[in-house]
């Protein structure tokens, strides 16, 4: 008997796809995006089959489109990934996520004496290697590398 290989997910009538995300960033782009306590309907799905990439994530979510501040955490964590946001069921906007030059209010500074730890400091840090990911404090001026990156 032949096994079946077709996995049938249903279309959403509206909402946002966010595909190619590395599989190990799935569960942390749910998280960051406050997708585990969305009311919407969440479909996701890590290691599956990609030709460009191997493996990848995706995510679809209905009834969301996502902000700029909220394209840029995807970015930090799946700088591969796309978005293709849908109404009635047609494709209006697909893009790849870039990783900004400049990042304002959602990550921590790595250095535990930097002001933004202290007091309510808006945090902001400038992106000085987007291929390694690795991001400048404006206030203190340490770096922090792509695995002491904290999103909050």
Known sequence: MEARKLLQVSAIENGTVIDHI???AVFSVIKFLGLDACTSPITFGTNLDSK?????????????????????????V????????????MVIAKKTVQIPDVIEGFVKCFNP???????????????????????????CEKFTKKENIIIL
């Open 22 to 24: 590395p599989t190990e």
């Open 78 to 89: 799946a700088p591969s990934a796309s978005l293709i946001e849908i109404k009635d069921f």
């Open 113 to 139: 004496k930097c002001i933004t730890n202290h007091q309510k400091v808006p945090r902001k840090f400038y992106v000085t290697d987007k291929e390694n990911l690795k991001l400048k404090c404006h206030y």
């Open 52 to 76: 460009k990439f191997g493996k990848k994530g995706i995510i679809k979510v209905s009834n969301r489109y996502f902000e700029d501040d909220e394209i840029n955490k995807i970015a930090l």
